[in-house]
């Protein structure tokens, strides 16, 4: 029974996460399966969150300002808005060829590297201009 309790919350967890096209954060996953299910503690959703990264299927973008989840588990960088911490897919190709010159410069083994972008996402520049008006 517990074993089958847990499995409708991972599922539901990880159901948040491909319908959120958004990056969710664990609050906006939490909020999504609070929903659906009442009963799901934020400590459930993290603790699913982390399993699913772990076993690859979603991916877990680490920011500036905590962590966020993607369902695209391709290797894949990532920007965000200083502004309101939104995030959203870089949509530029990884440069390999820089973990070559890291593992020369340092004798590291390099097994991959990310990359995120800052700026300000076109939401808040929207509203950036509407208020200069
Ligand atoms: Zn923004
Ligand atoms: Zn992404």
Redesign the pocket.
């Known amino acids: 029974m517990v074993q089958r309790r847990n499995t409708r919350q991972r599922t539901l967890v990880a159901e948040a996460v491909s319908a959120l096209h958004t990056h969710p954060s664990a609050n906006d996953v939490y909020a999504y399966v609070h929903e659906r299910d009442p009963h799901v503690s934020l400590g459930t959703v993290y603790r699913n969150l982390n399993l699913l990264a772990e076993e690859g299927k979603i991916l877990e973008v680490h920011t500036p300002g905590g962590s966020h989840y993607d369902f695209r588990t391709d290797d894949h960088d990532h920007v965000v ?6 995030v959203a897919d870089a949509g530029v190709s990884r440069h390999r060829s820089i973990d070559d010159d890291v593992e020369v410069n340092t004798g590291y083994r390099v097994t991959g590297h990310f990359t995120v972008f800052e700026g ?6 929207a ?1 950036q201009a509407a208020q200069a008006s």
């Not at 808005?81 to 939104?86: D, I, Q, V």
């Not at 300000?120 to 520049?125: E, G, K, S, Y």
């Open positions: 808005c200083t502004h309101c911490g939104s300000v996402c076109p939401a808040c520049q509203k």
